[in-house]
DNA sequence: CTGTATCCAGTCCGATACTG
DNA sequence: CAGTATCGGACTGGATACAG
């Protein structure tokens, strides 16, 4: 997580670095469906996550300021997540890559 | 690596995941600035880099479609690589997020 | 010049069990 | 419901030495 230090930082390596990991990617595009989702949603959704998992995932995301966590004070508890403006910009510019019909297939036959 | 598989494999995805890793995005963007270049440039301009890590690199982007790999038969042997013109799409779009002024700025205080 | 072989440390991922 | 604690195993990154 230091490589972005001595070559220049550019936004996008800084952008690649935050949303690099198993399941960073997917619990973002599971919330740009959404709107806002729950814990346990999470896990209905996301098939294989263990909490322990889930839980880091969440809390990478929150720190790196990709996603917000909102605590209702409810019983039974109620958490609810959603993405951050500018996780909704970059999610835009990641989407236009799956806008390119073949892109893998044009990858392998350039 | 086997993430894409359970979750619908979406480019976006795919993408991602051939992209990350320490050195890989780094070499991507010496390339598209140099055009082409050779074995030892790269240790030249990648601050910290070793044979091995910079070997493995290369290898896995271009087992992945992103840089190809042109062996002049000469001595001293010399070896060039390029980017692929799918990797040069990519990078046009990863591109978007360093136009951004404040990108991340805006990710910490949206 | 362009790599490969070893071998080790640090990270990431995850099953299982437990908590307020 | 929404997490935390623990403890491995897998994967990634890298120093050093060597090779065609």
Not at 68 to 88: D, I, M
Request: net charge negative.
């Amino acid at each position: 997580m230091l490589w972005i230090v001595y070559q220049e930082k550019s936004a996008a390596i800084y952008a690649i670095e935050v949303i690099s990991g198993k399941w960073r990617l997917p619990i973002m595009l599971e919330l740009s469906v959404h709107e806002s989702m729950w814990y346990n949603e999470f896990k209905h959704h996301l098939d294989g996550i263990s909490n322990i998992m889930l839980t880091r995932a969440l809390q990478d995301l929150e720190t790196n300021g990709l996603i917000q966590r909102k605590e209702l004070a409810q019983l039974p508890r109620h958490v609810e997540y959603s993405l951050t403006a500018g996780c909704q910009q970059l999610l835009g510019v990641l989407d236009m890559i799956n806008e390119w019909e073949g892109f893998i297939i044009r990858l392998y036959h350039p």
